[in-house]
């Protein structure tokens, strides 16, 4: 009986984060890094107060000796720069370092990255430093305002990655339900994609369609459509000066009052406005062109109403969640609840509730209930 040898894979023992640090170094491994660090932005969100990390990437290190070796010397220069509120960890597992400093003001984010740059020249080789891939990055940025096409600084939010990997499946559900609800959409409302063009033609000059820049998810810009309900010819300062007083809690009383005593947190009587955009737009059939915007991929059927560039710019660092976590949609918790009857943050919590708790069911009951807040015309102006 003859016998086969057959060779043994052999077994690739993976690296841990722990064999690059000593007894003496408090380094939190990966998870528990990145968990400090989203609770931190949390707590900088509310409380306004702005915090450093510093990341090290020692990727470029291929001789295992040499990146250990690096990473120790680097972390017992670390020891003596950071505080005992500050945290050290893993942001990558075994390849990039980081370093959370809390309720930093912007002088000390100066002073303290030129001490870490002078202390690491003073610890590493030159062939170390070369290699070694030092940034940092503060939250929120007061120097970089926040308007679409400057990148998002996902240092800060390595949940959000998580959150749809975890929900990848589903997302994909989403998106059929998305394109098949669209095109539904589309054709049941087919008369009225004639009908309504041929009455703005009819009642006022310019195009068929209002055409306008808007921001998607992770601040991505798009062209948003609607149905034009306004004369052709409008200055948007109007509207832009309305929308950063709403955003700054600064919106004046009349301007918010519909006639009835109730608080409206949207222009109301805007002469802008045609006769037939009035009606247009309290049926909410302006918005019917937004299936194609859903159909390209650039909306949901459900969803936060996505923003102008121009709120942007007056965002609380909280209020950028919403534009982050979740695609935006047609409609949404905020119409349903109250449309316009509701305040921006009020709005906003909104919005997050909804990217937080999100399920498919949840998108079919906020369909199901958006024909009734429209049949009631509550909100809208």
């Not at 002078?118 to 007061?142: C, G, K």
């Not at 749809?164 to 098949?180: F, G, T, W």
């Not at 009225?192 to 808007?214: A, C, D, M, N, Y």
Request: net charge positive; glycine share 6%.
């Amino acid at each position: 009986m003859k016998t086969t040898l057959r060779r043994k894979k052999p077994v690739i023992t993976p690296l841990h984060s722990d064999m690059f640090c000593d007894d003496d170094s408090v380094c939190y491994i990966e998870e528990f890094f990145l968990e400090f660090l989203v609770f931190e932005r949390r707590r900088s969100e509310r409380s306004g107060r702005p915090f450093l990390v510093m990341t090290l990437d020692f990727i470029g290190l291929r001789d295992f000796e040499s990146k250990r070796e690096s990473v120790m010397w680097t972390m017992k220069t670390l020891s003596v720069l950071t505080r005992d509120t500050d945290i050290k960890g893993w942001y990558k597992d075994s390849a990039v370092l980081g370093v959370i400093f809390t309720e930093m003001n912007s002088l000390e984010t100066e002073t303290l990255q030129k001490k870490i740059y002078a202390s690491l020249h003073a610890s590493l080789t030159d062939e170390q430093l070369n290699v070694i891939r030092i940034s940092f990055h503060r939250f929120p940025d007061e120097g970089m305002p926040n308007k679409p096409g400057n990148p998002t600084d996902f240092t800060f939010y390595p949940d959000y990655p998580k959150h749809e990997r975890s929900r990848k499946n589903a997302l994909k559900m989403k998106r059929i339900i998305d394109v098949v609800g669209s095109i539904t959409g589309i054709v049941i409302f087919s008369p009225l994609f004639v009908l309504i063009p041929i009455l703005i033609k009819l009642t006022s000059r310019g195009t068929v369609f209002f055409r306008q820049e808007r921001v998607g998810q992770y601040e991505k810009n798009f062209m948003f459509l609607k149905f034009r309900s306004m004369y052709s010819g409008n200055n948007e300062d109007v509207h832009k000066e309305f929308v950063h007083n709403l955003i700054l809690k600064k919106t004046p009383c009349d301007a918010g009052d519909n006639g009835s005593g109730q608080k409206v947190f949207k222009i109301t009587n805007d002469k802008r406005v045609t006769p037939l955009g009035k009606i247009l737009r309290k049926t909410s059939m302006d918005e019917l062109p937004q299936f194609i915007n859903v159909l390209r991929g650039e909306m949901s059927l459900a969803g936060p109403r996505p923003p102008i560039p121009y709120e942007l710019e007056k965002y609380d660092s909280w209020h950028r969640r919403r534009v982050l976590e979740i695609k935006p949609g047609i409609t949404g918790l905020w119409q349903i609840m109250g449309r316009s009857s509701t305040s921006f943050d009020e709005m906003v919590r909104l919005d997050l509730q909804y990217a937080t708790n999100w399920s498919l069911w949840l998108d079919i009951k906020i369909l199901l209930k958006t024909p009734w807040s429209i049949f009631g015309g509550k909100g809208a102006y």
